[in-house]
């Protein structure tokens, strides 16, 4: 099994610049999650979804927007990205929500 | 408050050594309680579930206590290779979303 994949694994961004993080899961998990990551800081929750089609913001969403149009694929999109936006993101998925995450090995993404 | 707070450290322990670590939670409702390891540069993997009964696997022993809501992380006989950060992660119930600490930093030297 892939597990989580993620890709890019690295890019630089122009500040205003737009590209979309891919995330896809192999293990029919109904939950995914989207994090960032500061340097010496804890994982914080941008949006999450509990199924296709369903998709609710977490703490820090502005700036970024995302889609859960299948069971596997859950992108997250940033527009007009800003320094501010700079950090590592993890995609995560859980088969039932209150179980293990399992994770990607994340997007390292530096807007200059 | 924030809803789960963790001493970052780090804690320079050599080899050999117990180390514990406290996570405390602010939120009464919390259900599900994980202990999350990170490698530097790396994704977090899942360490171990916390039980309310409390449970061991090998050298690590984790605990929860409702009443003065934290968790713990106990490793004994420590090694070079437990050197990382340990993440605290709490779930309300109900709401399914994985709610992290910011993490503990372990250092193991020779």
């Known amino acids: 099994n892939a597990g989580v994949t993620q890709t890019p694994k690295f890019r630089i961004l122009k500040i205003g610049q737009s590209m979309t993080l891919q995330c896809a899961q192999d293990m029919n998990h109904n939950y995914m999650y989207w994090y960032r990551q500061d340097p010496g800081m804890g994982l914080k929750l941008i949006y999450y979804s509990v199924g296709a089609g369903i998709t609710d913001k977490g703490e820090v969403p502005n700036g970024y927007n995302v889609s859960r149009s299948t069971t596997e694929d859950f992108p997250l999109r940033l527009e007009l990205a800003a320094p501010s936006q700079t950090s590592v993101y993890f995609c995560?998925?859980?088969?039932?929500?209150?179980?293990?995450?399992?994770f990607g090995q994340g997007t390292r993404l530096t807007v200059v | 408050r924030k809803e789960v707070e963790q001493d970052p450290g780090p804690f320079n322990v050599p080899e050999g050594a117990t180390v514990a670590f406290n996570c405390t939670y602010s939120?009464?409702?919390?259900?599900?309680f994980f202990w999350y390891r990170q490698d530097c540069r790396k994704e977090p993997k899942l360490l171990m579930s916390?039980?309310?009964s409390g449970n061991e696997d090998g050298r690590f022993t984790a605990q929860l206590n409702r009443a003065s809501q934290y968790i713990s992380l106990l490793i004994r006989d420590s090694k070079l290779s437990d050197s990382a950060t340990y993440l605290c992660?709490?779930?309300?119930?109900?709401?399914?979303?994985?709610?992290f600490g910011r993490g503990t930093s372990l250092i193991v030297h020779p």
């Open positions: 939120n009464s409702a919390s259900q599900s």
């Open positions: 995560a998925s859980s088969s039932q929500g209150d179980t293990e995450a399992f």
């Open positions: 916390v039980y309310s």
């Open positions: 992660v709490v779930i309300k119930g109900g709401s399914y979303i994985p709610t």
